[in-house]
Structures are given as C-alpha cells and as structure tokens.
C-alpha cells in the first residue's frame, strides 16, 4: 500500500510537470482493497485490475521502474508506450490488463475461471470493476454464467460511491449484493479501507472457488479520494463524505495497527521513498520508444503466449 | 476424400478439431442436444461430452469474452453465434478485447468466432447479414469467408490453428446447396486468393456465395473469356492476386454481398485504384447490396442483393467500354 501511493504520488508529481502525456488516474484511498484482495491468491490466480488498482499490479510483481516509465510512455515501460496512465498489464505474471469498457474484463475472468475448472485445476480468476459497470449488460452476462457453472471466480466491486461524477444513487436501485443472490452467487460486504478484512474476505472467497462452491462477489466499501483523472477536482463531492473518508484512510489505519505489533512503520516508509525516487530517475532516463512499423504485434505469430503466475518478492508465495 | 456439402464440410472440421486437439472447445445457443440452429454441431455433443460442446445462455458478449479468458489460459475455444447479425451484440469483445489483444499486451487470443452469415434465405433483416466488413476495420482480427466445402473445412481447421482471433463467415445459403470432394483428416487451406475460372478479357473478384453468382455469370458470357477470383480470406487480404488478376485481364468487376458503402470490394477497389491503375482498360466496378437492410419478401430480397443478372449485366457493361 506504501508503494502504491507513493508511486501514484510520484507519478502526479511527474503529471503536473508536463512529462506524464494524457491524463493521470490513481486510486488514492482504495489501496487497501486491491492490495488486500491480490494478496490473498495464489501465484498461479490472474487478476484484471482496474485503473484504481495499481496495488494489484505490485503484488503480482511488476516492478515500480517499469510502472513509472509506462506512466511517462517509454519504451522501457510495461506497455512499451502503446498505451498509458493505468491501462496496463504484465501477463506474464498473471495480470490481465484491462481495457476502458467495462466491465469486460469480468468476461474474460469468467472465461478464465471457467477453463480452470473444465481442466480440474486449484485456480481462480479474480477480476475488480466499480459500482458503475454493475449497471453495464456485461456485468449481468458475467454474473449469470459465473453463477450458472460456479465458476472459481472472485469478483470484487470496489464500491467508491462515484462513477467518474455519478454517485451510486443514481446509478441502481438495488444494491449490487442484493443482486448477486439472484444470479445464484455468494456476496459478502467488507470494510474495503482495512487491508487485513478486504484479505480475509477474499482468502476465504478464494478457499471456496477452489473447494467447487462458485464465484464470490466482494462488495468492498471505500472512497475515490480524487478526482476520477487529475483533470477532474471532484467539486460533484461534498467536502464532509471527503472528511468522512479521510479520517478512514487505508495507510493510516494500517500504520497504526502495525506500530502496536512493534513494527518501524517509519522505516517502511523511508525504504519505500528512496525505492520509489530510485525507480523514477530510472524511468525518467529510459529512452522513448521509437516509432517503428506500426502494424508489428498486431497479430501474433507462432505460438500464443499465455497467462503466467506472479508473485511479489515480498509475497508469501514468492518462491513457490 | 469423400462428396460433403458445405455444411457437413464444416461440422467434419469441427469434429476433427476436438478430436484432435483436447484444446478445442466449442460455446454457443443450442449447439448441444438440438445440434445448432442449422445442425453444423449436430452429434457433437453426443460424442465429446457437454464440457466441450457447451450450450450457452443467450449471452452473445459473455460467449466470446469467456472465449478469450479461455484462451489466454491455453484453451481452443470456437463459438457460434446464432446468426452473424448476432455478433453485434457482442462487437466490444470482438474488438476491444479480442482484436487489440496481442498489440497492447503481449497475450493472444486464438479463438474462432463463427458467423452463420448472408442472404438468400429469406431471413429479413436481422438473420441475412454479412458484417466482415466492421471486422475488416478493427485491427488484429482476421476474417475468412470461404465458398466451396474443401475450403471451408480447411479454412476452418486454418482458423482453429491460428494464434489470433477468426472471423469465420460460413454462408448459410450455401450449407445444403454446394458439395465438392473433401479430403478426410487435417488440413489447412492456404490464407490467400484461389482462381476458380481462367479467363483473360475480364475478371470478377468475389468471395461467399458471391462466388457462385460470378461464376454463373461468367458462363453466361460466351463472348468473352471471364476469370474468377474467389479471394477466400478478407484478412489477410490477397493483395497480390488481386494485382496480378487485374494486370492478366485489365477490366475488373467487384462484387460483395455487403452494403455497398466500406464493403470488403471498397478495399479491393480502392488498392486496385491505387497500384493497379497503370494495368486499367476501363473503369472498376462495383456490384454490391444498396446501403439497406436485407428484406424479408422473395422478390424483394433477390432485387437487393446481387444475382446472376446483375453481374452479368455489369461484365457486359465493363466489356463494352
């Protein structure tokens, strides 16, 4: 979570410089529920983060050097500059990058999780979407054929209140849990701004896909603490839900438990900040990519790669 | 090698496929125990078991993007829509998800999407489609449209073979009406232009059932020598066939069974414009369906797609000129 914001930080900081192009999504007071979710698979599990869900990538192991330097579109970056902000993946080590129409890459979760267990395998897919892609026709034909063939699937709904400046309260009438009971799919509720919850609910969402009890959907309570992009200032937000929030944030809970368990969260911190300003003087020399033949890598020739396993140096599976 | 319609072409391909290849996978609406709309699938399920030929929900997007999850994870998965007209529902995950794939990740997606497609059938205008065109246009997908039974069992087996996402238009008015000789087991049709009839005065470029109007119009030409050009595969797209037909014969005519307005022949006519000006004897034509939908009644579906007469007719033109 440290690395997460402090990444994200960085990377507005590089944003407001002129040297990230586009625009800038980060996911500033969600950390805890990607953080806390991915953690919580196997390293054989892949993940479809989301924009907010740069957590999701870090646990899976992709290196904060390569994140910055996507961020500023070099060729050093994971997507080698073809595309930017959040939209990336490394599948390599099992993350299934997303792309803008959601929630699509719940689909593809579903399909993923459906191979899993057509092949008997101890593996599940856990894909993340918002509060708004619950009101999208893929969500529904997602949810349906999850619940239908009990997939091993984990599909955690990161309920941030706003749909870029859409609150919830105009986007259904019937919250998404409720929902789920009539797809035939298990839902649980979670404090989304406590790691060690959003971990909890997953581990056990993930004990039953394996066990053949079917998908979970994890409805995980948190707050867009910014805006939808940096271009956004989120004036729709009343000041007391941001108050509200602030008082919740993810870190700081999670810091204070782990200096009553004797932990030099302080150390945490500064290793993580000299981590971070290393990975950027890295990103920011990199080279930019060089405009080449644009049709190479459109298709694929010879045999298709597929989704690898990833796990975090710091992971408990790490090594496995 | 034994006479196979082109229906029976396709469902050998299917049955080799999963017999072959443990891999292979096939999703769709009532392509188990009722054996798909049309029968291409039927005593499949019979055979392999309901885990490998899977009757879906009425879920045309989560067909195809669980297709793609499956395949990033090392399956094979081929999935039927209904009718081609029903792919629209799932248009996203055809070219967001599956098409831009490999360019923006590094994944591949080797799925077939098969698209039941065309008139003649008096399916109106939501069961007569020919959409090769949209995926045409998005990138990293390919497309096949094959018009005879050894070619659309080896194009299919081509598509289930290759690394990247197939558009497979198989014409439904040709599945009871063409035979030819198949061979039997595996084989791979190659992705490029087939010449079906020599000729030297004019050539017509088609592909589909569009085939066999052109070939029947070419008949009825005796006073010239027509060449046929069935292009086979719209993506990857026989650039140089098409060049050196229009070099042999110096007149061309083009016709699609798409809306005329960024057809398939629009490309066709457009490289030809282009790198095959110097070879023109006359001006490229065009036969192709009005920018409309396809009508239900007999009468009015023949006057709106292009038959034998209107080929004819414009073979004619073209040679006068």
Not at chain 1, 32 to 59: E, K, M, N, S, Y
Not at chain 1, 67 to 73: E, F, K, S, V
Not at chain 2, 225 to 242: G, N
Request: negative net charge; aromatic residues 8%.
């Amino acid at each position: 979570m440290v690395t997460t914001r402090a990444i994200e930080e960085r990377g507005l900081s590089l944003y407001k410089q002129g040297k990230v192009p586009g625009s800038f999504y980060d996911g500033r007071g969600q950390e805890a529920t990607a953080v806390g979710a991915t953690f919580a698979l196997g390293p054989d599990d892949p993940v479809c983060p989301l924009i907010r869900d740069l957590g999701a990538h870090l646990v899976k192991g992709t290196p904060p050097t390569a994140i910055l330097a996507h961020y500023l579109g070099r060729a050093g970056g994971v997507a080698k500059g073809r595309d930017g902000n959040v939209h990336f993946g490394d599948p390599q080590r099992g993350v299934v990058g997303m792309v803008s129409m959601l929630p699509d890459m719940m689909v593809v979760a579903v399909g993923m999780a459906w191979a899993f267990k057509l092949r008997g395998e101890q593996r599940c897919a856990l894909s993340f979407f918002g509060d708004g892609a619950t009101s999208v026709g893929g969500w529904h034909e997602a949810m349906n054929l999850a619940g239908l063939h009990r997939v091993p699937a984990i599909f955690v709904l990161e309920h941030n209140g706003y749909a870029y400046s859409t609150p919830s309260s105009q986007q259904f009438a019937v919250d998404p849990v409720e929902r789920a009971a009539a797809y035939g799919i298990a839902a649980v509720t979670v404090d989304g701004n406590d790691v060690e919850a959003v971990f909890e609910v997953t581990r056990q969402a993930r004990e039953r896909a394996l066990a053949g009890e079917g998908p979970t959907l994890i409805a995980a309570h948190t707050m867009r603490m910014h805006g939808h992009g940096a271009h956004d200032d989120a004036s729709y937000v009343p000041p007391a839900l941001f108050a509200h929030w602030a008082a919740r944030d993810p870190l700081t809970r999670q810091r204070e438990r782990l200096a009553t368990l004797g932990v030099d969260v302080d150390a945490i911190d500064a290793a993580v900040r000299a981590e971070i300003e290393l990975a950027t003087a890295e990103a920011l020399a990199m080279a930019e990519p060089v405009p080449g033949d644009p049709l190479a890598g459109v298709f694929c020739e010879g045999e298709p790669p597929i989704v690898g396993r990833g796990a975090a140096p710091w992971s408990r599976f790490a090594g496995t | 090698m034994s006479e196979l319609t082109y229906l029976e072409a396709i469902s050998d391909a299917l049955r080799v496929a999963l017999a072959a290849d443990e891999r292979v996978l096939l999703l769709g609406e009532d392509i188990g125990a009722f054996g798909g709309a049309f029968k291409v699938t039927a005593g499949l399920q019979r055979d392999f078991g309901p885990d490998r030929v899977i009757d879906t929900p009425i879920s045309e997007e989560a067909i195809i993007g669980g297709a793609v999850g499956a395949a990033i994870v090392g399956m094979r998965p081929i999935c039927e829509m209904q009718f081609a007209d029903f792919v629209a529902c799932a248009f996203d995950q055809v070219v967001n998800v599956a098409g831009k794939l490999h360019w923006r990740i590094g994944l591949a997606a080797p799925i077939v999407i098969r698209l039941p497609c065309g008139g003649g059938v008096s399916g109106g205008p939501f069961h007569s489609g020919n959409p090769e065109a949209w995926f045409m246009h998005a990138p990293g997908l390919k497309v096949f449209a094959p018009s005879s039974a050894p070619d659309a069992k080896g194009l299919l087996l081509a598509a289930i073979a290759d690394p990247n996402p197939v558009v497979f238009l198989e014409h439904k008015f040709l599945y009871r009406r063409v035979r030819g000789e198949v061979p039997a087991g595996t084989y791979e049709t190659p992705q490029s232009a087939n010449t079906v009839r020599d000729g030297d005065d004019l050539v017509v470029i088609a592909y589909g059932a569009m085939v066999h109007a052109a070939l029947a119009a070419a008949e009825a030409i005796e006073e010239a020598s027509v060449r046929v050009l069935d292009l086979r595969t719209l993506v990857p797209l026989d650039e140089r066939a098409i060049l050196d037909a229009v070099h042999d014969c110096a007149k061309v005519v083009i016709v699609d069974e798409g809306n005329y307005t960024c057809a398939a022949g629009a490309q066709v006519a457009s490289l030809i414009a282009q790198y095959g000006f110097a070879d023109l004897d006359g001006p490229v034509v065009r036969v192709a369906t009005p920018d409309a939908p396809i009508p239900f009644a007999p009468v009015l579906e023949r006057a709106a797609l292009p038959g034998v007469q209107r080929i004819r007719d414009a073979c004619r033109e073209l040679l006068a000129y």
